[in-house]
């Protein structure tokens, strides 16, 4: 299993990035797949999470209250990527975002900072 993130960066609040999750190694269409993230001196945070749907944009979406109407989880599963776009960003957004499946696998995590 492989999960490797990308799209992090420095922005500043209000702004905008869109997340990447490359995903290999099991069979990714079928998958539920998460969001996670994990500020400075704090514990993992589930951020949000998308079900396969059967097809090939995926199902069902859920959002942590936090991140509610301004984050928004998708994927492609012809292209087995997850992407999580992250609008109207918040100092409070800065962590370490991973992917995740199956509650034991994550990525390596892409750094985001929001500040100005």
């Known amino acids: 299993v492989q999960l490797v993130e990308s799209g992090g960066g420095l922005v500043q609040p209000g702004g905008s990035l869109r997340l990447s999750c490359a995903a290999s190694?099991?069979?990714?269409?079928?998958?539920?797949m998460t969001w996670l993230r994990q500020a400075p001196g704090k514990g993992l945070e589930w951020v949000s999470d998308?079900?396969?749907?059967?097809?090939?944009?995926?199902?069902?979406?859920r959002y942590a209250d936090s991140v509610k109407g301004r984050f928004t989880i998708s994927r492609d599963n012809a292209k087995n990527t997850l992407y999580l776009q992250m609008n109207t960003l918040k100092p409070e957004d800065t962590a370490v975002y991973y992917c995740?499946?199956?509650?034991?696998?994550r990525g390596q995590g892409t750094q985001v900072t929001v500040s100005s």
């Open positions: 190694g099991f069979t990714f269409s079928t998958a539920v």
């Open positions: 998308i079900r396969s749907g059967g097809t090939t944009r995926g199902g069902t979406t």
């Open positions: 995740s499946w199956g509650g034991n696998y």
